[in-house]
């Protein structure tokens, strides 16, 4: 008789979302940050260990959420050093924070490092669309969202703003309707 091979399957990034949810006070933010927590676990996305945060910010989201294994571990890694915004990102998503706290915190710290992804916004958090990512920032970033009026593309809006808080208009088009490139920044996105 030979003997069977046993093989497992891995928890699905819905199966980890569900776990998440569970676990969570079903909040807005809790929603979404356990989209992003289930594709991590799941290996989706770019967020890097701990999801870009800090040691004691991980061990606190950690405890919000209770089905988030602290031995989850991911194969990406991100070089912070060639992000010289990194400060200025940070410092623009609390300008423009609804509500200062911990929470809020985790969000700026996983979004800056999602900015280091080279996909979509929404895809590098492992959230499952851009119309999450759109209302995660209207909820917690609302008067920034507000200036999205055009619906560009968020990691180029971001970058954009840090362009415009600095002075700096690469942009040659006398307008972005008149760009070449608008399709590139603005419209929808697979």
């Given amino acids: 008789m030979q003997a069977q091979a046993m093989t497992f399957a891995l928890p699905t990034r819905q199966q980890f979302y569900e776990h998440l949810l569970a676990g969570s006070d079903s909040s807005a933010n809790a929603i979404w940050l356990a989209q992003i927590i289930a594709s991590w676990q799941a290996g989706e996305g770019v967020l890097p260990d701990k999801l870009g945060l800090t040691d004691l910010q991980f061990d606190q989201l950690r405890q919000r959420f209770l089905g988030l294994d602290a031995d989850t571990h991911s194969a990406n890694s991100l070089d912070f050093n060639r992000m010289l915004e990194k400060q200025d990102l940070e410092q623009l998503l609390r300008k423009y924070a609804a509500i200062s706290n911990e929470e809020t915190e985790w969000l700026i710290s996983i979004i800056v490092a999602a900015c280091l992804g080279s996909d979509h916004l929404w895809q590098d958090l492992g959230l499952w669309s851009r119309k999450d990512l759109s209302a995660m920032l209207k909820h917690n970033f609302p008067e ?13 809006f971001l970058y954009k703003q840090l362009c415009e808080a600095e002075g700096l208009y690469l942009c040659r088009a006398p307008s972005c309707e008149v760009c070449k490139d608008y399709p590139v920044c603005f419209g929808p996105e697979d």
């Avoid at 920034?144 to 180029?156: G, L, V």
Wanted: hydrophobic content about 40%.
């Fill in 144 to 156: 920034m969202a507000a200036r999205n009026s055009k619906d560009m593309k968020w990691k180029k």
